[in-house]
């Protein structure tokens, strides 16, 4: 295995609380938040003190946890009731990154099936949180390995771009397009990454740079816009970017501008991979025009700082995410292996849930 693994841990487990990274502060602070019930994490995932699916993914397990841990009842089916409550206000928070949905579905289907009285259940679901937590850290640095295999050979060390944060900083540790990087960084193979900055909320600029900084892999930052033009001067060798739903045939949801960036890539030739757990995957809808796409405030487009850059007056669209068409990839990156999106299908009896 070419994994080494990363010092950066977004959901950290500590003394009957969960402790987030404040990513909203990053890169200027490295703080924490304390999140003591499940209320408390709704409001981290839907201020987006942690983001990035997979890291949505293990918060929303914790919570599932905090919340099961101050329902008080000794009656079984109070407690799944009650427990199914607790999954609709966690599901209220985000609506397009699936592994939200997925891991809340996992704790409700391991609390269904786990026999004993409720004080048993709530210890078993604790578990299952750390666990969920655990493998995401495996998951990705399987698809960093599974993803240096179908890189491109030449030449020897690549210049990859990728978009947005699917870094540790998204997941439980090491990421999964940033699990790519640090795979071919480790094996000798990486030149260089360039980051786009991913506007309007900058997760490039803010999370990705950060993140190469701290292991010393050399980053360029490059605005959205600049894309297309590194690709024409021949500066990128293969684009590798995350995903936060992706349908049964390989449409993939990821953040605004992925989709652009797809076309791009395909106009110059360039192989364009999406890196994500068997998690991220939504066999329950064929096609990406199923995909809910959130909506979010147009603040984070007129202001910056304190600043606002456009007049009174002008209206707003703000979709949080895009949907590429599946024949814009090359190949979808799993722990399992890299397949062409047709041939996605074949990992949907191996999905545990
Ligand atoms: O809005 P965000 O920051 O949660 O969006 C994150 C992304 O779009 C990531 O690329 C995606 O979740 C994959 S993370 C491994």
């Given at each position: 295995?070419?994994?080494?693994?990363?010092?950066?841990?977004?959901?950290?487990?500590?003394?009957?609380?969960?402790?987030?990274?404040?990513?909203?502060?990053?890169?200027?602070?490295?703080?924490?938040?304390?999140?003591?019930?499940?209320?408390?994490?709704?409001?981290?995932?839907?201020?987006?003190?942690?983001?990035?699916?997979?890291?949505?993914?293990?918060?929303?397990?914790?919570?599932?946890?905090?919340?099961?841990?101050?329902?008080?009842?000794?009656?079984?089916?109070?407690?799944?009731?009650?427990?199914?409550?607790?999954?609709?206000?966690?599901?209220?928070?985000?609506?397009?990154?699936?592994?939200?949905?997925?891991?809340?579905?996992?704790?409700?289907?391991?609390?269904?099936?786990?026999?004993?009285?409720?004080?048993?259940?709530?210890?078993?679901?604790?578990?299952?949180?750390?666990?969920?937590?655990?493998?995401?850290?495996?998951?990705?640095?399987?698809?960093?390995?599974?993803?240096?295999?179908?890189?491109?050979?030449?030449?020897?060390?690549?210049?990859?771009?990728?978009?947005?944060?699917?870094?540790?900083?998204?997941?439980?540790?090491?990421?999964?397009?940033?699990?790519?990087?640090?795979?071919?960084?480790?094996?000798?193979?990486?030149?260089?990454?360039?980051?786009?900055?991913?506007?309007?909320?900058?997760?490039?600029?803010?999370?990705?740079?950060?993140?190469?900084?701290?292991?010393?892999?050399?980053?360029?930052?490059?605005?959205?816009?600049?894309?297309?033009?590194?690709?024409?001067?021949?500066?990128?060798?293969?684009?590798?970017?995350?995903?936060?739903?992706i349908a049964a045939n390989g449409?993939?949801?990821?953040?605004?501008?992925?989709?652009?960036?797809?076309?791009?890539?395909?106009?110059?030739?360039?192989?364009?991979?999406?890196?994500?757990?068997l998690s991220?995957i939504d066999f329950s809808i064929?096609?990406?025009?199923?995909?809910?796409?959130?909506?979010?405030?147009?603040?984070?487009?007129?202001?910056?700082?304190?600043?606002?850059?456009?007049?009174?007056?002008?209206?707003?669209?703000?979709?949080?995410?895009?949907?590429?068409?599946?024949?814009?990839?090359?190949?979808?990156?799993t722990?399992y292996?890299?397949v062409?999106?047709?041939e996605l299908q074949q990992f949907q009896t191996k999905q545990v849930v």
């Amino acid at each position: 295995m070419t994994s080494t693994t990363s010092q950066v841990y977004p959901v950290i487990w500590q003394d009957d609380r969960v402790l987030l990274i404040e990513q909203n502060r990053l890169p200027n602070e490295y703080t924490f938040v304390e999140i003591k019930c499940c209320d408390d994490m709704a409001h981290a995932i839907k201020t987006m003190i942690v983001r990035g699916a997979p890291a949505i993914g293990v918060a929303a397990a914790y919570g599932m946890y905090l919340g099961a841990r101050d329902i008080q009842t000794e009656s079984r089916d109070e407690f799944l009731n009650e427990l199914e409550k607790i999954g609709k206000t966690l599901g209220q928070t985000r609506p397009t990154a699936v592994n939200l949905f997925w891991a809340i579905q996992r704790m409700l289907n391991t609390a269904r099936k786990t026999l004993g009285p409720v004080e048993y259940l709530k210890t078993v679901l604790l578990e299952t949180a750390k666990t969920i937590n655990a493998e995401d850290i495996q998951t990705c640095q399987a698809i960093g390995d599974k993803g240096l295999e179908v890189l491109p050979k030449n030449p020897e060390k690549l210049t990859l771009l990728t978009h947005c944060n699917a870094g540790a900083l998204a997941t439980a540790g090491y990421g999964t397009a940033l699990g790519v990087v640090r795979s071919a960084w480790t094996a000798g193979r990486l030149a260089r990454v360039y980051a786009d900055e991913t506007r309007p909320r900058l997760q490039g600029a803010k999370l990705t740079a950060w993140e190469c900084v701290q292991e010393g892999i050399p980053v360029t930052l490059i605005t959205d816009n600049m894309a297309a033009h590194c690709m024409q001067r021949g500066l990128i060798h293969a684009v590798v970017v995350g995903a936060d739903r992706i349908a049964a045939n390989g449409d993939t949801a990821n953040k605004i501008g992925t989709y652009s960036l797809a076309l791009v890539a395909k106009a110059h030739k360039v192989p364009f991979f999406v890196a994500a757990p068997l998690s991220t995957i939504d066999f329950s809808i064929g096609d990406g025009s199923q995909i809910p796409i959130e909506e979010r405030d147009p603040v984070e487009i007129y202001q910056v700082g304190n600043t606002r850059l456009t007049a009174e007056g002008v209206e707003f669209y703000n979709p949080a995410f895009d949907v590429t068409p599946a024949e814009l990839i090359a190949a979808i990156i799993t722990e399992y292996g890299a397949v062409v999106p047709s041939e996605l299908q074949q990992f949907q009896t191996k999905q545990v849930v």
